[in-house]
């Protein structure tokens, strides 16, 4: 529901299921399969983000959100409309999601990010810098919203967990090599 380090301010951070690269060094494994985790309506989503008065921006990120940019389009609109920005993680580069061969909507999505942070992580790659704002040198930050360029302050190498009321945690943020299970 909030998370600062997923981008600049307090945020909420979407995490969308399924993706193909399967890079290795994930953080999130769990998100690579394409079957249904958690499905929520686009109306729920953006209510729930829209009721948390410390959200300043939400992100998307995953799995890779680019292969969900119809829904996503429509989340971004309305998040938009109420106030925040928005960004996304992707490990597509910003050239292929504008090329003619994207995935669906691609080029629309983009046109609601305020910041895009492109290209797959790659682990012999890894930055681990507490002033980096990517996880791995071959991905780049992409500002949209010159708004946003003084507000660049996450780092890559910082985690936060959250403990649910269930005893559930949720980790975000980018570990490293900190093997916390």
Same mark, same amino acid.
């Given at each position: 529901?909030?998370?600062?380090?997923? %981008?600049?301010?307090?945020?909420?951070?979407? &995490?969308?299921?399924?993706?193909?690269?399967?890079?290795? %060094?994930?953080?999130?494994?769990?998100?690579?399969?394409?079957?249904?985790?958690? $499905?929520?309506?686009?109306?729920?989503?953006?209510?729930?983000? @829209?009721?948390?008065?410390?959200?300043?921006?939400?992100?998307?990120?995953?799995?890779?959100?680019?292969?969900?940019?119809?829904? @996503?389009?429509?989340?971004?609109?309305?998040?938009?409309?109420?106030? $925040?920005?928005?960004?996304?993680?992707?490990?597509?580069?910003?050239?292929? $999601?504008?090329?003619?061969?994207?995935?669906?909507?691609?080029?629309?999505?983009?046109?609601? @990010?305020?910041?895009?942070?492109?290209?797959?992580?790659?682990?012999?790659?890894?930055?681990?810098?507490?002033?980096?704002?990517?996880?791995?040198?071959?991905?780049?930050?992409?500002?949209?919203?010159?708004?946003?360029?003084?507000?660049?302050? &996450?780092?890559?190498?910082?985690?936060?967990?959250?403990?649910?009321?269930? %005893?559930?945690?949720?980790?975000?943020?980018?570990?490293?090599?900190?093997?916390?299970?």
């Amino acid at each position: 529901d909030e998370s600062e380090v997923n %981008g600049p301010g307090s945020r909420a951070v979407v &995490w969308l299921q399924g993706c193909q690269r399967e890079c290795d %060094g994930c953080f999130n494994t769990d998100s690579w399969s394409f079957e249904i985790n958690q $499905l929520i309506s686009v109306e729920h989503l953006v209510d729930k983000i @829209l009721n948390n008065p410390k959200n300043t921006g939400v992100t998307f990120s995953g799995g890779e959100p680019f292969w969900q940019a119809p829904a @996503l389009i429509e989340v971004a609109k309305k998040v938009k409309a109420g106030g $925040l920005n928005v960004m996304s993680f992707t490990g597509f580069t910003l050239e292929r $999601l504008q090329a003619d061969y994207a995935p669906a909507c691609s080029k629309e999505l983009l046109a609601q @990010l305020d910041i895009l942070i492109d290209g797959a992580f790659v682990s012999s790659l890894a930055v681990n810098d507490p002033n980096s704002l990517v996880s791995s040198s071959n991905q780049r930050v992409h500002i949209f919203n010159p708004d946003l360029k003084n507000k660049l302050d &996450w780092a890559s190498d910082q985690i936060e967990i959250h403990i649910l009321k269930d %005893g559930s945690r949720i980790i975000t943020g980018f570990r490293g090599s900190l093997d916390s299970d």
